[in-house]
């Protein structure tokens, strides 16, 4: 099943956490989790073998009346549902950063912000010229309505209401760095073996987010086992952690500014292509951890990617193999219902 919510996030992201023994006079709550974790997380849609896209999260959005909800929030999800929700195309596209609207081939560049107002306008101009996919990149990319607009101002910058994704940004970088590792090294797999870490299939051949940062936390052994002139890839790799420890936490470290100029020169040297991961690393983050004065882990995505496996331990006690069963929706609301309650 695919899931899709929306996080209102606290602006506190030091909230103490009990973890003294319960009493039973405490009360169905009495385990206090974090506020921002997937115990405390809510299902308030939920969909079953349906495809990620434009029209599919529309109808959920619409359905859910998130655009009604009273106050401002901030949509925590990986890169390729906030091009959707922003109406614009994929990271294929000739403008593929939510974020600004720099072109693919300058992507060591940053464009103009965008804003609300920018992508609804971008729209309609889009849509006035007769909505022909092959003359979208005139338009930044922008093919549809933004689905996010809400309780928000229309001048408000996509930065203030999409974070950069805290979990899924440290994968893109590893695995770019490390494919071209691989071809100047192609024994560089051994890194890997050292490291008990292996490529996910299911990722398209890429590493997890916590192959990634158990990558990073290895990087002596890349050290010890690379030769000298890929010396070069491991430092940036060092780089990008330094990078990583500094503001993907909760805190920013007061050097995160110099950690990210750092990497950016480094990766540079490399000579490999700018993807919009790496993009949004030496522009987007510096731009919204400045923004907050926080790290990016107060608004990660980590809540709602852990709750496929938290739901299906859920689900396991509901379950009917076929949709097509008569009580396949009773079943699935009811183990909404129990799952929801446990978080309360």
């Known amino acids: ?22 009493k039973y006079e405490d009360g169905i709550s ?22 990620e896209n434009y029209e599919n999260l529309l109808s959920l959005w619409v359905k859910l009346r998130l655009n009604m909800f009273g106050r401002k929030f901030t949509v925590a999800t990986d890169l390729k549902v906030c091009n959707l929700l922003l109406g614009i195309m994929s990271h294929g596209s000739s403008h593929p950063c939510c974020w600004c609207n720099i072109n693919h081939n300058s992507l060591h560049e940053k464009g103009e912000q965008r804003t609300l107002k920018s992508l609804i ?4 101009e889009y849509f006035d010229a007769g909505r022909q996919r092959c003359m979208a990149k005139e338009y930044d990319n922008v093919v549809n309505m933004p689905i996010i607009q809400g309780n928000n101002n229309i001048l408000t910058p996509v930065l203030h209401i999409v974070p950069p994704p ?43 987010g916590n192959s990634s940062r158990h990558l990073l936390k290895n990087l002596d052994k890349l050290e010890s086992l690379a030769p ?3 010396i070069n890839f491991v430092d940036t790799l060092r780089s990008f952690n330094n990078v990583v420890t ?40 510096e731009e919204f951890c400045s923004l ?11 809540a709602s990617e ?21 009580d396949y929706g009773k079943r699935l609301a009811f183990a909404v219902q129990t799952y929801n309650s446990r978080h309360l």
């Open 1 to 22: 099943a695919e899931y899709m919510g929306s996080v209102i996030v606290p602006e506190d992201c030091s909230e103490p956490v009990s973890i003294s023994r319960s």
């Open 30 to 51: 009495a385990k206090n989790f974090k506020s921002s974790g997937v115990k405390k997380l809510f299902i308030l849609g939920i969909v079953p073998n349906v495809q």
């Open 121 to 124: 306008d971008s729209f309609w």
């Open 166 to 208: 805290e979990l899924h940004l440290p994968i893109g970088p590893v695995n770019t760095i490390y494919c071209a590792l691989q071809k100047k090294w192609p024994e560089c797999d051994q890194w890997l073996k050292e490291c008990h870490v292996e490529r996910e299939a299911f990722h398209g051949g890429s590493f997890s």
């Open 228 to 230: 000298k002139d890929t």
């Open 246 to 285: 500094s503001c993907y936490g909760n805190h920013i470290d007061p050097k995160y500014k110099t950690y990210i100029a750092d990497f950016k020169c480094r990766y540079m040297q490399l000579g490999i292509s700018v993807t919009p991961k790496i993009h949004a690393v030496f522009y987007h983050i």
């Open 292 to 302: 907050k004065n926080k790290g990016l882990g107060c608004w990660s995505e980590q």
């Open 306 to 326: 852990s709750v496929h496996h938290d739901f299906s331990l859920v689900w396991e006690n509901f379950k009917v193999k076929s949709l097509d069963h008569p």
